[in-house]
């Protein structure tokens, strides 16, 4: 089954840099367009970034420029890179298998970030 574990977050000054990394497994991660989407508390889920199966990347406005999302297809990795870290950025970061061919979404847990001086 399709399993996606997020990692990386954490507590960071504005300014500072994180690493998210979603670790996939129970689909073919070459083929599938990956996603990382965020959730603010009392907010609804919003599109943070997309990368497709060759590595074509689309980021939401407020992250163009800090965000850099990239892939590890040898070890089934997704990477969100992110710098420049806004008090606004504070959210839980999902990681999404993208929906195809009739098949839903998936989802991981979700990890934690907090940007606050």
């Known amino acids: 089954q399709v399993q996606l574990v997020e990692s990386g977050g954490g507590s960071v000054q504005p300014g500072g840099s994180l690493r998210l990394s979603c670790v996939a497994s129970?689909?073919?991660?070459?083929?599938?367009?990956m996603s990382w989407l965020r959730q603010a508390p009392g907010k609804a889920r919003e599109f943070v970034a997309r990368?497709?199966?060759?590595?074509?990347?689309i980021y939401d406005d407020a992250v163009k420029g800090r965000f850099t999302l990239s892939r590890d297809n040898a070890e089934n990795t997704l990477y969100l890179q992110m710098n420049s870290l806004k008090p606004e950025d504070s959210a839980v970061y999902y990681c999404q298998l993208d929906p195809t061919n009739g098949i839903p979404p998936y989802w991981g847990k979700g990890t934690p970030v907090t940007v606050s001086s």
């Open positions: 129970g689909f073919t991660f070459s083929r599938a367009t």
């Open positions: 990368i497709t199966s060759n590595s074509i990347t």
